[in-house]
């Protein structure tokens, strides 16, 4: 450390300006081409009490004009510490003060409002590469796979800061229109089905069809919700030119029925095209199913090429295989037959049926 050397009377000039006059440390300085801590040291070497607060500066303020001058003659300059390596104990001795550091929420909440709005400069206009987004959703579903109870704890998270801040919510809306409006495009996708390249991809669908089936093992109260919607719900169902058929020739006959009624009674409920409860002339509750030759795989007609139409007559057939179980009897009409039928083989096809054993193609 430099030793600066004062004579007597400099020694006193600094005392008095200090002790009597209030003059603060670095004004002394000034005086005396000293820095204000050399002013401190030789103060306390010659035995005077250091003021915690100076009084001096107790309540000063800077002009707004010297503060402005400070800012700009700040300007465009890079800090003066910019680019200087930490050494490797300064390093550490950071690293160990934060350790173990608990922010208050109190805090948190404070750094978060002062950052609401404020954009990021450092990633202003830049975009991530595919290759890096890519590789951080991997890295975070497998994160996700090992520690399922991480995902938890964000959701958990989220659903109460959204819960607390409702304003949140309303700002993203107000955002998600806003590109609607910027990217009409957007609304030209809505709706659509998944791309060829996903249809294909098994892992994908795998792991889609394990949430869903999840999904009803974590909320099994789900399904029987869904159930009971789909019995009250009134789908705009058109009848079909067949099905109208069917219904004049039954009220040609006197025979009461109603149109697509919900049947709950099997495991999975439907909507079927024509019931008749029993009545007179008929002893047991009629299921009519008008099949339309294209959309039931017609095995005379053979209209649809698609092997999807497997699992659809599958699906036909099981269901009347659980509706004869459940005691109703099933009559299935082809659109075919029904197109050059006469009221007199309608009736002889369902007495004629109810005399079978119930079900007759
Ligand atoms: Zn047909």
């Not at 510490?81 to 300064?90: A, I």
Request: aromatic content about 6%; glycine content about 4%.
């Amino acid at each position: 450390m430099r030793k600066i050397k004062f004579t007597n009377n400099q020694m006193e000039e600094i005392v008095r300006l200090y002790s009597s006059e209030n003059k603060r440390p670095h004004c002394i300085g000034k005086k005396f081409n000293i820095s204000g801590h050399t002013v401190i040291r030789v103060l306390r070497e010659e035995g005077v009490k250091i003021k915690k607060v100076n009084p001096g500066t107790l309540g000063f303020k800077f002009s707004k004009e010297s503060i402005d001058n400070v800012r700009k003659s700040k300007l465009g300059k890079p800090s003066w510490n910019k680019g200087v390596p930490l050494s490797d104990t300064h390093r550490k001795n950071v690293s160990l003060s934060l350790k173990g550091r608990v922010i208050t929420k109190e805090t948190r909440n404070k750094i978060s409002v002062s950052k609401t709005g404020v954009p990021n400069k450092k990633l202003l206009g830049r975009k991530h590469t595919e290759e890096h987004r890519m590789n951080s959703k991997l890295s975070k579903i497998k994160l996700y796979e090992k520690n399922p109870e991480i995902k938890k704890k964000i959701s958990e998270t989220l659903k109460e800061t959204y819960k607390n801040n409702p304003s949140i919510i309303e700002a993203q809306k107000k955002k998600h229109k806003n590109t609607l409006k910027e990217h009409p495009e957007i609304l030209i996708n809505m709706g659509k089905k998944h791309s060829d390249t996903l249809k294909n991809n098994p892992q994908i669908i795998e792991r889609a069809r394990k949430k869903h089936r999840q999904f009803y093992i974590d909320h099994p109260e789900a399904k029987e919700k869904i159930k009971e919607a789909r019995a009250k719900q009134v789908l705009p169902k058109k009848d079909t030119s067949i099905e109208l058929k069917i219904q004049n020739f039954l009220s040609k006959l006197h025979i009461e029925f109603y149109t697509h009624k919900y049947i709950s009674e099997i495991t999975s409920g439907y909507q079927c095209d024509i019931f008749i409860p029993s009545q007179e002339g008929v002893s047991q509750k009629t299921i009519i199913e008008c099949d339309g030759c294209y959309w039931h795989g017609c095995p005379v007609c053979k209209l649809n090429k698609n092997p999807l139409i497997e699992h659809r007559i599958e699906i036909d057939k099981k269901r009347t295989k659980e509706l004869i179980e459940k005691g109703f009897r099933v009559v299935r009409f082809w659109e075919h037959d029904i197109k050059v039928m006469e009221l007199n083989n309608f009736k002889e096809e369902l007495i004629v049926q109810n005399k079978l054993r119930g079900f007759r193609r």
